[in-house]
């Protein structure tokens, strides 16, 4: 029930949300999903690890099929996606907490500077 409720709630958050709302959203999962998967390595759950790391991936893949590659910045992010989807596949593979850990400071690094950037855009200061 809680969780018919919950998704409920996401979905209506994802359908209302703005482009940069979404990215955020997926920022989000990202960090969720790849703590959920910390765990389950540091637990030996390698089945689940590895699916909540597929999931991460993925997250990466549809934040590089977003960009507009135009921009300098768009190349340089999708450089950076790749290259930590490359870093979530070695730890499938190899089940390293420190390679994990460096992929989850990424991702929280950029949901805090998009949650920052939201700030800005709405009129509020980026504290």
């Not at 209302?16 to 709302?21: L, Q």
């Not at 930590?84 to 805090?112: P, R, S, T, W």
Request: proline share 1%.
């Amino acid at each position: 029930m809680q969780t018919n409720i919950q998704d409920k709630y996401l979905k209506v958050q994802v359908e209302t949300a703005s482009p940069g709302e979404l990215t955020h959203l997926l920022y989000q999962e990202l960090v969720r999903t790849l703590m959920r998967a910390r765990q389950m390595v540091i637990q030996k759950d390698y089945q689940i690890s590895n699916e909540l790391l597929h999931k991460g991936r993925s997250i990466l893949f549809e934040l590089m099929s977003t960009l507009d590659m135009k921009y300098d910045i768009s190349k340089d992010l999708y450089a950076l996606y790749e290259f930590y989807a490359k870093c979530i596949a070695e730890v499938i593979i190899n089940h390293e907490i420190d390679m994990l850990d460096e992929v989850i400071d990424f991702a929280k690094g950029m949901y805090e500077t998009w949650k920052q950037a939201l700030q800005i855009v709405k009129g509020g200061s980026a504290e």
